[in-house]
């Protein structure tokens, strides 16, 4: 029975994070968001864009959907955590990739900033 449980559980987690890693196109294009993300001014609608373009490139459907509605509302801040919790998941999985790690550690550091304001 535990062993049963283990390989659903193992079946379950590569299902989850099959989608998840990321392509040498998708790599550069979210380091390149992210050396962005971390020069534009904060509260801006240009961070607001950046911010859906690398949802959209971290395939996140609800942060992308949240950054169309207003930046003060709940719903925004809901995507922002739903962004958060997709950069830790490519944080995990190229955690070999220095650059790709800095980059996303920045969007982090940002996001961060941002919710606790």
Known sequence: MRLHLVLV??????LAL???CLSKDQEESVVSLS??????????IKETRLLRLLAIALNDRTAVEATLT????????AGLISLTQAIKI???????DEVLMRSLQAVANRL?????K
């Open 9 to 14: 559980l193992c079946i379950v987690c590569a």
């Open 18 to 20: 099959g989608g998840a």
């Open 35 to 44: 050396n962005q993300i971390a020069v534009v001014k904060t509260g801006t």
């Open 70 to 77: 207003d930046p003060d509302s709940a719903s925004y801040k």
């Open 90 to 96: 490519y944080a995990w999985i190229g955690r070999d």
């Open 112 to 116: 961060r900033d941002i919710l606790t």
